[in-house]
């Protein structure tokens, strides 16, 4: 059972930053691909990023490119979402997820196929 914890939400103005973590616990955390989504009020939750095993691949929503970059540390078995120049509409719970089964081809993007998650981390950003 992998279990996954995050930490380092916030309330901050327009243009701040924050550093998401996320503690991975229970698998082995060096064979899952890892990815963050996020959930605003009311809507759907969203994909932010993803990053594989390695790290020698990553992927970002439209939405936050140039702004987030995504991370892992195998050796802590931890990931961050380093999140700069934040905006109200960034305003979500931000939850972590591993993909126990990574497509040798592609960083899914989609919920349906990460099959664990954590509790969630709210990031507020006020105007």
């Known amino acids: 059972q992998v279990q996954l914890v995050e930490s380092g939400g916030g309330l901050v103005q327009t243009g701040g930053s924050l550093r998401l973590s996320c503690a991975a616990s229970?698998?082995?955390?060096?064979?899952?691909?890892m990815g963050w989504f996020r959930q605003a009020a009311g809507k759907e939750r969203q994909f932010v990023a993803a990053?594989?095993?390695?790290?020698?691949?990553?992927d970002y929503a439209d939405s936050v490119k140039g702004r987030f970059t995504i991370s892992r540390d195998n050796t802590k078995n931890t990931m961050y979402l380093e999140t700069n120049n934040l905006k109200p509409e960034d305003t979500a719970v931000y939850y972590c997820?591993?993909?126990?089964?990574?497509?040798?081809?592609?960083?899914?993007?989609?919920?349906?196929?990460?099959?664990?998650w954590g509790q969630g981390t709210q990031v507020t950003v006020s105007s």
């Open positions: 990053i594989t095993w390695s790290s020698r691949a990553t």
């Open positions: 997820a591993a993909d126990l089964t990574p497509s040798s081809f592609y960083l899914a993007t989609g919920t349906a196929e990460y099959d664990y």
């Open positions: 229970g698998g082995t955390f060096t064979s899952y691909a």
